[in-house]
């Protein structure tokens, strides 16, 4: 069993090596005018460019309603996100603002939530005395 693995082993490696020798043959009915032509995507709306097109045709599709719409996206995109970055940066600001005062005032509210928590223990104790008679 084992040498009729290495057997085929070894018929499949010359076969790889014959393959390897010989020169691939390219068939140009399998391509189409289309897969010929070098295309470029605009970094702006994603449409298709052809290298070989004529500089009227790029200045139509550059001053197109689409291509302008999308640049009209793209810097609207960008102000959004930097007016969200120093939004961010103030909210960020103000949190440790906060905390800080939060962390001084801290001591005096914690003495109120003492005071307030005796005063509902006295109540009970008063109302259990007063449910009972």
Known sequence: MVDKAQKALEEAEALKKLFAKQEPVLD???YTAADVRLLCVCHICGAFLSVYD?????ADHFGGKLHLGYMQIHDKLAELQEERSKSRK???YD???SKER???QGNSRDQGRDYDHRSRDCERYSDRGRARN
Not at 54 to 58: A, G
């Open 95 to 97: 949190d440790r603002r």
């Open 28 to 30: 140009s009915s399998k």
């Open 102 to 104: 939060s962390r001084d």
């Open 54 to 58: 004529s500089d009227q045709r790029l």
């Open 90 to 92: 103030l909210d960020r």
